[in-house]
């Protein structure tokens, strides 16, 4: 074939533009000056851009090709990313698993040790054993830090990984290793795991008093139901002041914070919503309240969470009656689901809560307006134990707590003497 001079001459310039090109990649190359581009979404800020560097180096270089599991590396990403929101123990990611295991918990009954577990500091933490559940029973505090699930360690787990550890069939036995913060030391428990059943509310008349104890064990559906009858209950049999108990108990429903708050108040809000854009919703006490003028004093701790904080939040605000105990959890963040598109979902802190007055609950929990800290080794008094104790053993009982309340009340009993000087008790009595 012939070739004109104009086909000839942009050949020889084709050929001269490659090599010059091919040479500067390779100079640059060399140099370190170029490195492979990243794609980036438009709306993608630039730092991504060294997590897909990252990928792609782990994926070129790293030597155990079996753990490049993609779906395991996307999953460790986003729980690394949860974790840097600092929302410790509420906002969360699902795998699809935990998912339809959340779905089971939420319409039946499941097994377990009955405890409410969080995070703090990273580390699983028991933030509340449930009443008369195995984790009680078995000596587990609001406190505990877990360290080991027989025998593993799981202070680098995710939350759900270290639940999924403890939990399992009822009947079997699980080994959990824990560090006591409050007395410095390691213990080991053996529980046994059971079908898991808490009461939202129990109470009794206090030993020596005219006191009814209402103990608020969770926030679940039925609780309001069981405050009206509660109140009800003690009125008929000579209370004339209440103490409201809320130690260990990590909250539940809104609604129902919202509706057990309104029946110790008459005015104003419960609490006030804030959302990611700084709008504020106000959640007013709702009308026809059974107790909103009885006397009564409010017991926290560590193991209060979540709808029991802003209860406690609420009778503060509205100088209801002192809150006495320990600073309370501090969870206060709403939760959106988030269904994604394998099954997975995020559960995300989309709002928190606010006191009625505006006091921010999420990392800060509710200082009490009397702090008392419980002896080391020192057990709650709930209603069903109070019904076995007289007057002298509710006076020498270590619930400072509670000891305190009835003080605070102008209601601490007093052990009366017979002529001998031995004291006599008169139980269940009403002043």
Do not use: C
Not at 135 to 154: P, S, T, Y
Request: glycine letters at 10%.
């Amino acid at each position: 074939m012939k070739r004109t001079p104009k086909t000839f001459l942009l050949t020889i310039g084709f050929i001269m533009l490659m090599s010059v090109t091919f040479g500067a990649g390779v100079f640059l190359g060399r140099t370190g000056w170029f490195e492979p581009a990243v794609v980036r979404a438009q709306d993608q800020p630039t730092e991504f851009d060294v997590f897909w560097q990252v990928w792609e180096l782990a994926h070129d270089n790293f030597i155990d090709k079996e753990s490049l599991n993609t779906q395991e590396l996307t999953y460790g990403a986003i729980n690394g990313l949860i974790e840097a929101l600092g929302d410790e123990g509420h906002t969360r990611f699902l795998t699809p698993e935990e998912v339809e295991r959340q779905r089971t918990d939420i319409s039946g009954s499941f097994f377990g040790i009955g405890a409410q577990v969080g995070l703090e500091d990273n580390l699983p933490v028991i933030v509340a054993p449930f009443d008369g559940s195995p984790a009680q029973q078995a000596g587990l505090r609001a406190g505990d830090l877990i360290i080991e699930v027989d025998g593993e360690d799981v202070t680098g787990l995710s939350l759900n990984e270290t639940v999924d550890r403890i939990r399992g069939e009822k009947g079997t036995t699980v080994v959990l290793t824990i560090f006591r913060p409050e007395s410095s030391e390691s213990l080991e428990f053996e529980i046994v795991r059971d079908e898991i059943k808490v009461p939202a509310a129990t109470w009794t008349i206090v030993p020596g008093t005219d006191v009814g104890l209402i103990r608020m064990s969770q926030f679940s559906a039925n609780l309001d139901d069981n405050i009206k009858e509660a109140v009800a209950e003690l009125e008929a049999a000579g209370a004339t002041k209440l103490i409201i108990d809320v130690r260990n108990n990590p909250g539940g429903l809104l609604e129902q914070a919202i509706n057990v708050t309104s029946e110790f108040l008459s005015e104003g809000n419960v609490l006030v919503q804030e959302d990611a854009d700084g709008s504020r919703k106000p959640f007013p006490v709702r009308s026809g309240g059974v107790a909103q003028e009885i006397p009564l004093a409010v017991l926290i701790n560590r193991g209060t969470a979540s709808s029991s904080e802003i209860f406690a939040g609420a009778i503060q605000d509205h100088e209801r009656g002192p809150v006495i105990g320990e600073t309370t959890f501090g969870t206060g963040t709403v939760l959106r689901p988030f269904d994604l598109e394998d099954g997975s979902a995020l559960l995300l802190g989309t709002s928190q809560w606010l006191t009625a007055e505006g006091r921010l609950i999420r990392k800060v929990g509710i200082e009490p307006d009397i702090t008392v800290e419980m002896p080391v080794g020192a057990t709650i008094l709930t209603p069903d134990s109070l019904s076995e104790l007289s007057v002298t053993d509710l006076l020498n009982s270590d619930d400072t707590q509670l000891l305190q309340a009835l003080e605070s009340l102008n209601s601490l009993p007093q052990v009366k003497l017979s002529e001998s000087g031995q004291s006599y008790e008169e139980m269940n009595a009403v002043k």
